[in-house]
């Protein structure tokens, strides 16, 4: 019998490393480059050391993309600061009310000059969101301004005003912000940061217009998906557990729905889109599914894929010329590595990109350091900060 127990308990001791990967090898990530040896990648990879070496998550369950996910989504950050913003609102064309919340720097940046990061947050996120305030004060204490996008209808505290919800494809608040930050502080030099859907609509944002580009300096897309369209059938899927997060992430968008539900469906609405059928939305079990219900009867499109290539950056990504940070994990659960092709794409023929995937992190974890507990700060936020300071000193 005590031999029986041993044999299972060595089985089960077995399963656990293969599931937690605890013998993978913590390596460096891959960088996909145009040119390693042009003047712009060599001063960046000087003045990045981050990028050349071994990103090591915490030993026991780091190297397991869905802990490093849940861990990300249950928690956020370790040892959350306190920041304190100030909010801002502006009414759009059609009524609906955006808000962002703008973070002054608690030191001097290393190089003279006046720099804010502009932040997309991932779906349904703001500026409250941990992983984001983490962000924030980190950066606040490198010198940097802050400007957060609060997507419509994700604060609780903040109602909607007219019947729409934020979306995957909409740069419209994105672009609100962009210029109230330019008219508050006209000399500042702009970074763009975008988070999963928010990196969406940062990249869409910036390759909708030449213009748009000129605002910045530098972008930076962290694990964004980049096709809506190829991404649909990849959502349904069972592998890696997709399906599962996905049914998830669709009570929680249901949640948002419901929390503004006299906005989005009241007499207002029905004067503005017609008679909905409520039943048929909240009845989704899928992103995919609910998106279909929700936007086909919300925004006006016939058709369904129109609206997931209005959607998608991937028709506009190689319309960016200005400097650009990309970062994906391959054991990313959300972003299966076919999706990343598009990246792959974008760098081999863009001078001034870096693409970076690391072979762990999950989908915004990137959490590093000890054995079961990680430092405060990130993989994700030291080498978007790298990345950043980079830029900074080449102006």
Request: one cysteine or more; glycine letters at 6%.
């Amino acid at each position: 019998m005590t031999e029986i127990l041993a044999f299972l308990a060595f089985i089960l001791l077995c399963g656990l490393v293969k599931i937690l990967n605890i013998t993978s090898p913590s390596l460096p990530p891959n960088l996909y480059l145009k040119d390693r040896s042009s003047a712009f990648v060599q001063n960046i990879l000087a003045a990045c050391p981050i990028f050349l070496e071994a990103y090591v998550p915490p030993l026991i369950w780091g190297k397991c993309g869905h802990l490093q996910t849940l861990v990300y989504v249950k928690m956020g950050r370790v040892m959350l600061p306190v920041t304190e913003g100030q909010r801002h609102h502006k009414v759009m064309p059609d009524g609906a009310t955006m808000t962002f919340d703008i973070y002054e720097p608690k030191r001097d940046h290393k190089k003279v000059g006046d720099f804010t990061a502009l932040v997309c947050p991932g779906f349904g996120n703001s500026s409250e969101s941990p992983y984001i305030r983490t962000l924030v004060d980190y950066f606040q204490q490198k010198g940097y301004r802050l400007a957060v996008l609060n997507h419509l209808g994700a604060l609780a505290d903040v109602k909607l005003t007219s019947p729409r919800i934020f979306n995957y494809g909409c740069t419209d608040e994105f672009g609100m912000m962009v210029e109230e930050i330019l008219r508050l502080y006209p000399q500042t030099k702009l970074l763009a940061m975008g988070f999963s859907m928010g990196a969406n609509i940062v990249v869409k944002y910036l390759g909708e217009s030449k213009l748009n580009q000129t605002k910045f300096i530098c972008g930076m897309s962290i694990c964004q998906g980049y096709d809506v369209n190829q991404a649909k059938p990849l959502l349904m899927e069972w592998e890696n557990l997709r399906r599962a997060y996905v049914f998830f992430m669709t009570e929680n968008m249901k949640l948002l729905l419901r929390k503004n539900y006299s906005i989005l469906f009241g007499e207002d609405a029905k004067k503005l889109y017609g008679p909905v059928d409520v039943d048929k939305i909240f009845s989704s079990t899928s992103l995919v599914e609910l998106d279909e219900n929700f936007s086909s009867q919300r925004a006006g499109f016939s058709n369904h894929v129109d609206y997931y290539t209005w959607a998608s950056c991937r028709h506009v990504m190689n319309n960016i010329d200005i400097p650009m940070f990309v970062l994906n994990a391959e054991d990313d659960p959300l972003v299966p590595s076919v999706l990343q092709e598009t990246a792959k794409r974008y760098a081999a023929t863009h001078d001034k990109c870096i693409f970076a995937v690391t072979k762990h992190g999950g989908h915004l974890g990137h959490f590093e350091g000890g054995i079961m507990t990680p430092a405060p700060i990130t993989w994700l936020d030291r080498a978007v900060l790298q990345f950043a300071d980079a830029i900074t000193m080449m102006e």
